[in-house]
């Protein structure tokens, strides 16, 4: 989960905001880059996922939206997907 995705902004704004019981931490772009890089990783990419699939016209609208927005600052999505690579020498 994005602790500053602008899902979680809205609720917040709104007095709706509700942390999932199952949510034992909240991440956000920066401290999972760094967390990465402090355990030999570098990251290659990030992106936000959507697990809804859009059943109306309207939210299809919403989605390609939503779609392009985020992908170009995936940052503000409500869930964050990261690549890392490995810089530790395999053997060492």
Known sequence: PNAFGMPNYLRYLLGAFNDGPEHVAMFNS???IHLLSRHGYEVT????????????LQKRLEFLLGYWLLRLKPSIGGTLIVTARSLRVHGK
């Open 30 to 32: 920066d401290n999972l």
């Open 45 to 56: 990419d990030m992106v936000s996922g959507y697990d809804r699939p859009p059943w109306t």
